[in-house]
């Protein structure tokens, strides 16, 4: 089956880190995205990490990848106030039936970090 | 700014109705996607197009439909709306070029069925 499944919520104190996790069932998925939602606005890539690679950092961003539990988790280091928004966890499965453009992207339902001051 | 353009930016319409979505996507990429975003569901894909194509249809209804012009930009078209079709609609735009293909998304409509 396809799904991507994430915590609904995540409160931090500003300063801190903040990990933010999903889980995936579909072990076909070759790159993992992560997708920023500020209030109101649209969805924002924020980074990603290709299945055959542990781990990426990109400034205080850090994703983790566990294939063999189909987990994957961003980290936000000294988290700030515009931090807060909704994380959307999205896998894009590769398949030989899904040739040229017409890959889908499985999404979670989003995590909400709330960044308390 | 993402580059990619959604109008209008929100609709306020009564139950019964048909209305027109419209997107522009990122100067040069081929592939539009569209996207509902609902309290209940989440995130849900509908449908995408490549270069004015219909190329994958995810949890699309039967009163939806869609379609992508010469000029690539795309109109969702939504009719006899119901109560529950009020949501954000998302529109995002890709090259499409095999590589990691970033999905570009716009700012979204958002629906308000009364």
């Known amino acids: 089956g396809e799904d991507v499944e994430q915590s609904l919520f995540l409160s931090v104190r500003e300063g801190d880190s903040s990990v933010i996790n999903c889980t995936y069932t579909?072990?076909?998925?070759?790159?993992l995205y992560w997708y920023k939602q500020e209030p109101g606005a649209g969805l924002q890539l924020l980074t990603y990490i290709f299945s055959n690679m542990d781990m990426k950092q990109d400034q205080r961003l850090t994703v983790l990848l566990n294939k063999k539990d189909k987990h994957l988790s961003l980290r936000i280091a000294d988290t700030q106030t515009g931090d807060s928004a909704i994380y959307f966890c999205?896998?894009?499965?590769?398949?030989?039936?899904?040739?040229?453009?017409?890959?889908?992207?499985?999404w979670g339902l989003g995590t909400s970090l709330a960044v308390n001051p | 700014d993402s580059g990619v353009t959604q109008t209008p930016k929100h609709l306020i319409t009564a139950t019964g109705q048909r209305v027109t979505l419209r997107c522009s996507p990122r100067s040069g990429d081929l592939s539009v996607y569209w996207y509902q975003q609902s309290l209940d569901q989440g995130l849900q894909f509908l449908i995408q197009?490549?270069?004015?194509?219909?190329?994958a249809k995810g949890n699309i209804l039967e009163r939806f439909s869609a379609q992508q012009f010469p000029d690539l930009h795309s109109e969702l078209n939504l009719s006899s709306l119901e109560l529950g079709d009020s949501a954000l609609y998302f529109c995002?735009?890709?090259?499409?070029?095999?590589?990691?293909?970033?999905?570009?998304f716009g700012p979204g409509t958002r629906l308000t069925v009364t």
């Open positions: 999205a896998g894009r499965r590769e398949s030989r039936f899904n040739a040229g453009n017409n890959r889908k992207l499985i």
């Open positions: 197009y490549y270069n004015g194509e219909e190329r």
């Open positions: 995002a735009s890709s090259v499409g070029s095999g590589r990691t293909y970033e999905q570009y």
């Open positions: 579909d072990s076909s998925s070759t790159y």
